[in-house]
Each structure stands twice: as structure tokens, then as C-alpha cells.
T-cell receptor
Framework: GENVEQHPSTLSVQEGDSAVIKCTYS??????FPWYKQELGKGPQLIID?????GEKKDQRIAVTLNKTAKHFSLHITETQPEDSAVYFC????????????FGKGTHLIIQP | NAGVTQTPKFQVLKTGQSMTLQCAQD?????MYWYRQDPGMGLRLIYY???????DKGEVPNGYNVSRLNKREFSLRLESAAPSQTSVYFC?????????????FGDGTRLSIL
């Protein structure tokens, strides 16, 4: 199965600065790369995803970049705001095994005022 | 516009008791999932249902059973609860099978086994 690692586990940034979270995966057959955001007391919510035929995707202040050669993809958040404080999970998919997501352990993003 | 609804939101059980967690979605999705989330961990898949009438084991199925009651509803049953099953349980749904598409999550059931 897929071995997924996220770094860092905790990230604290000043409001207005940028944040980058990296996800490393093991299965070279992975072809779908989503990021989920989980706010306190809520379920995860998809915020952005990318497929293997695309190197980068942007949606307003968030972007995802993919490096298939190195087997990692990253979440970029610019101009961070207090509402960006949450836990972020990557969940790369390789197409084998169960249909459920294989999550990383999460990155707790803290936006300092 | 409810999305995925889970009941109850909180529950405390004693070891050995049984209970069923309920999940319903109103998005006409074909596939549904049950995950558990333990402190400091990502979510782990317990069971899933690719379509109405089918269920399959995920990563951590031991101690659980599921029922896909109809297209909308997917329940998770603990027959004899153990302290190791203390966790937050999330139900999710997707339009079709496969983890290569968005999954929509409920807000979870927080379960404590004493």
C-alpha cells in the first residue's frame, strides 16, 4: 500500500505570510493528489486536488504543485489569514486496494496574528 | 443542503456494549465510507460500500460491521465495544467508487468506551 508522509507536523506562520506543506508518497503509480482541510470539530473538506498529468494548480490563495519524479506534492497558501488555521491532510491515490483515502498524519497550521 | 449527516454526535459506552452509528447522505452518491481518526493520526478506512448492495473491508475492519441500508444510508455497528475503539468516526460519500475523486465528509461521531 501507499506510504504517505507529511512535513512539517506543525507549522506556525505570521498572518499574511505564506505556508508550504509537503507530502511524500511511495507508490510511483499514484495519479491523484488531493489536499483536505479539517477545522476543529469538523470533518475533512477537499480544498484542492491535482492529477498526474498536471504539474501545478492554483485556486485563489492556495496552490498545489506536483513533482512525480521525486514523488512529492506540496500545498502552498499565500497571504495567510486566521481562518486558514486548521489541520491539513494529503491523501495520494494509486488506484490499488480499497477505494478509501490513505491519509498522511496531518499538518497543524497555526496562523499567528 | 445537509450533505452527509451523522448521528449521534457524541456517545459514551461501557466495554461490551453494542451500538450503531448512523450515516445518511442527500447527494445521490453511489459510494460511502467509514473512517476512524485517532489523536495525531490521519483518518483510517474501516469499511466502504462502492455501491448499494456491496460492502468491503478497509484497513482496520476488526470489531466492526456495516450495513448499506439503501443508497442514502450506511451504518457502522460495534457489536462488543472495547476501549481501543475510542475514537472519532467519520462517514463520507463520493459520486462513484475510487479514491481519485472528492469525498464529502460528515462532522463525525465522538465515541468513548469506558
Amino acid at each position: 500500500g501507499e506510504n504517505v508522509e507529511q512535513h512539517p507536523s506543525t507549522l506556525s506562520v505570521q498572518e499574511g505570510d505564506s505556508a508550504v506543506i509537503k507530502c511524500t508518497y511511495s507508490d510511483s503509480a499514484s495519479n491523484y493528489f488531493p489536499w483536505y482541510k479539517q477545522e476543529l470539530g469538523k470533518g475533512p473538506q477537499l480544498i484542492i486536488d491535482i492529477r498526474s498529468n498536471v504539474g501545478e494548480k492554483k485556486d485563489q490563495r492556495i496552490a498545489v504543485t506536483l513533482n512525480k519524479t521525486a514523488k512529492h506534492f506540496s500545498l502552498h497558501i499565500t497571504e495567510t489569514q486566521p481562518e486558514d488555521s486548521a489541520v491539513y491532510f494529503c491523501a495520494p491515490y494509486s488506484g490499488g486496494g480499497a477505494d478509501g483515502l490513505t491519509f498522511g498524519k496531518g499538518t497543524h497550521l497555526i496562523i499567528q496574528p | 443542503n445537509a450533505g452527509v449527516t451523522q448521528t449521534p454526535k457524541f456517545q459514551v459506552l461501557k466495554t461490551g456494549q453494542s451500538m450503531t452509528l448512523q450515516c445518511a447522505q442527500d447527494m445521490n452518491h453511489n459510494s460511502m465510507y467509514w473512517y476512524r481518526q485517532d489523536p495525531g493520526m490521519g483518518l483510517r478506512l474501516i469499511y466502504y460500500s462502492a455501491s448499494e448492495g456491496t460492502t468491503d473491508k478497509g484497513e482496520v475492519p476488526n470489531g466492526y460491521n456495516v450495513s448499506r441500508l439503501n443508497k442514502r444510508e450506511f451504518s457502522l455497528r460495534l457489536e462488543s465495544a472495547a476501549p481501543s475503539q475510542t475514537s472519532v468516526y467519520f462517514c463520507a460519500s463520493s459520486e462513484s467508487p475510487g479514491a481519485n475523486q472528492p469525498q464529502h465528509f460528515g462532522d463525525g461521531t465522538r465515541l468513548s468506551i469506558l
